[in-house]
């Protein structure tokens, strides 16, 4: 079993910065595919950026492109989304989701791929 945790969420205005940390625990990090997917109130969930277990690959939803990074301290057990030039339309309920890699492509940008979810954190970007 996997729990993941994220936090770093917050209010922040447009054109600005944040950084999201999702620490996982119970079994090997390194192990897993990660993701970030996000849900607006009234929306439904929406794929934002998925990382392989090795750091190497990555998806990016285009909405988040040139502007959000994720990456990864396998040492750590911890993701990272790395969040610039913050629109208000970026605003949601940020969720960190994890899976045993056993597969690895474009399917991992489904929400129904992963396993394990952690409980989500708030961000608010202001206009």
């Known amino acids: 079993q996997v729990q993941l945790v994220e936090s770093g969420g917050g209010l922040v205005q447009a054109g600005g910065s944040l950084r999201l940390s999702c620490a996982a625990s119970g079994r090997t990090f390194s192990s897993y595919a990660m993701a970030w997917f996000r849900q607006a109130p009234g929306k439904e969930r929406e794929f934002v950026v998925a990382?392989?277990?090795?750091?190497?690959?990555?998806y990016y939803a285009d909405s988040v492109k040139g502007r959000f990074t994720i990456s990864r301290d396998n040492a750590k057990n911890t993701v990272y989304l790395q969040m610039s030039s913050l629109k208000p339309e970026d605003t949601a309920v940020y969720y960190c989701a994890a899976r045993l890699t056993a597969y690895w492509g474009p399917l991992m940008q489904r929400h129904t791929q992963y396993d394990y979810w952690g409980r989500g954190t708030q961000v608010t970007v202001s206009s």
């Open positions: 990382i392989s277990w090795s750091g190497s690959s990555t």
